[in-house]
């Protein structure tokens, strides 16, 4: 019988993740307010954001690996109670110095709410609903980003730049104490299965395939996300304020079809068919908005949509899809091992694509950029017939325990 408390888990995963995503995803709406509190030159402000996201990868797997040893409830609180006071500290820091090495400090600490809530969902819902509940959880990641961008610039206003990080350390406190409150460890399973162990995550070619396909799939959601601003008002002429408020109307809208695509794959059955489809949607659609950047408005804008809400649909896909593949044991070193991976990927990517702006123009950056997500098609490829087998064997395994719970 399933347990309804498997949604006080997802929401509590959802809102660990959400908060730290406010300070990973909604930093970089403080960029004026540390240029003028600190004295930064704008490469400086880049390496304030680039601190965050490099404590982040140093740390995720680590972060992984501790919570399939001892779970997810000690590692999301002492976690996010850590980035907390990592952040209340850069509140006051009194240099840049300082300020880089709190954000970074609040970035490994924060890091543990990334596996830690994607095992502790994938242990409280069943394959046929799993997809859907981890596509809430990752929707979480652009709502936190986008209301953190809209709140934290009038908290600058009201409180200055100390105001705006208590509130974000304040953010991951309240998350901690309900991951501490409330987060349990799943059930056992109705009908445990034997399962083929699977190799540890760092050492299964499955998982850094699915990575690497990842890496190019967040290549254009990074680079979409990181320049549809400046596209609209350099080329397109759209005023800051609009071309803002697109961007966070773009995503929500994402946020929104991590759910749908969730649950087609739970209606389906399988992950990596449904990412490969999104794959090949994202190819066609960035080769379209490549063709349809000097169109008239009402040609481009609903393909350029289109194209940035395509690109943010599959990563609740590909995060269950890691857990799968190397099971509920090991999930946390997976889902870790997937980010940190995709975290490279959405470092570099943005870098490349404006280069390409630069030296040619929009036309070629999308028309290359659509290559990426083509690229992974052929990558993932593999991976779904290793999905299939693996369905099959479980399958086998389960009509070979029914003549066993009839005779019982």
């Known amino acids: 019988m399933r347990s309804r408390y498997r949604w006080v888990i997802l929401g509590v995963g959802a809102a660990g993740a959400g908060a730290f995503s406010a300070l990973r995803m909604g930093l970089p709406a403080l960029g004026p307010a540390l240029r003028d509190a600190y ?3 704008l490469p400086q402000v880049g390496f304030a954001f680039t601190a965050v996201a490099v404590g982040v990868m140093l740390t995720l797997v ?3 690996v501790l919570t399939d040893r001892i779970g997810e409830r000690p590692v999301m609180g002492v976690g996010l109670a850590g980035c907390a006071a990592a952040l209340a500290a850069t509140a006051y820091a009194p240099g840049y110095g300082l300020l880089l090495v709190g954000l970074l400090v609040a970035g490994m600490l924060g890091a543990s709410s990334t596996g830690a809530s994607g095992r502790a969902v994938m242990g409280w819902f069943q394959r046929e609903e799993r997809g859907f509940a981890l596509g809430i959880r990752q929707m979480a990641l652009p709502l936190g980003g986008a209301a953190a961008a809209i709140a934290l610039p009038q908290l600058v206003d009201a409180g200055g730049l100390k105001g705006a ?4 350390a304040g953010l991951c406190l309240t998350a901690a104490v309900a991951a ?11 009908r445990p299965l034997p399962t083929v162990p ?15 396909a990842g890496a190019l799939l967040v290549a254009a959601q990074a680079s979409m996300l990181g320049f549809v601003v400046l596209f ?3 080329a397109r002429g759209v005023s800051p304020a609009l071309a803002a408020g697109a961007l966070a109307a773009l995503q929500l809208l994402g946020a929104g079809m991590r759910i749908v695509a969730g649950r087609r794959s739970d209606r389906e059955g399988v992950r990596i068919a449904p990412i490969r489809r999104i794959a090949l949607r994202n190819f066609a659609f960035l080769a379209a908005t490549a063709a349809l950047v000097h169109a008239p408005g009402p040609l481009l804008y609903p393909v350029l949509t289109c194209t940035a809400v395509s690109t943010m649909s599959w990563n609740g896909l590909a995060f269950t899809a890691a857990a799968e593949i190397s099971g509920r044991a090991r999930a946390g070193t997976a889902m870790s091992l997937q980010n940190t991976i995709l975290a490279v990927g959405g470092a570099l990517a943005p870098s490349a694509f404006g280069a390409v702006v630069e030296t040619s123009s929009w036309t070629s950056a999308f028309a290359v950029l659509a290559l990426a997500p083509l690229l992974a098609v052929f990558v993932l490829r593999p991976l779904e017939g290793d999905e299939d087998a693996r369905i099959a064997e479980r399958e086998r395994r389960l009509t070979e325990l029914r003549p066993l719970e009839v005779s019982g």
Do not use: E, I, K, N
């Open 39 to 41: 004295g930064l030159s």
């Open 62 to 64: 680590p972060w992984g």
């Open 165 to 168: 990080f208590l509130t974000l």
């Open 180 to 190: 501490v409150a409330f987060m349990r460890d799943a059930p056992p399973p109705d």
């Open 198 to 212: 699977a190799p540890p995550p760092t050492r299964d070619p499955r998982l850094w395939r699915l990575g690497a």
């Open 232 to 234: 609209l008002h350099d």
